[in-house]
């Protein structure tokens, strides 16, 4: 991908649900809500505190992570769905 963010943006690729639930009940498109977790695609430099000196992110390309229901703004890039979101918008990483 050549899209790079900027400050403390992420670029995050949402994961894909379950269609079916546990007892085997298959979901269609439209009654599936839109998963609230990602993987991140690429990270911005940081933001800058009073200072001026660029704060690094605490997340990286490549970490699960799971953001609130409404975050981010999506965007098409080279023909793929992906939201653009500040660190901020990001609950947490989830881990193994």
């Given amino acids: 991908m050549k ?8 670029v995050v690729k949402r994961l ?15 009654a599936k809500e ?3 977790e990602g993987e991140i695609i690429a ?12 704060v690094a992110l605490d997340v990286k390309a490549g970490d699960r992570i799971l ?5 981010g ?3 098409k890039i080279e023909g793929q769905d992906f939201l653009i ?3 901020s ?3 947490g990483v989830i881990e193994g």
């Fill in 3 to 10: 899209f790079r963010p900027l400050h403390d943006r992420v």
């Fill in 16 to 30: 894909e649900s379950d269609t079916k639930t546990k007892g085997g009940i298959i979901i269609p498109d439209t």
């Fill in 34 to 36: 839109k998963p609230q």
């Fill in 43 to 54: 990270v911005g430099p940081g933001a800058r505190d009073e200072s001026g000196k660029v």
């Fill in 67 to 71: 953001f609130g229901k409404w975050s």
């Fill in 73 to 75: 703004t999506e965007v």
């Fill in 85 to 87: 979101m500040k660190e």
């Fill in 89 to 91: 918008d990001i609950m």
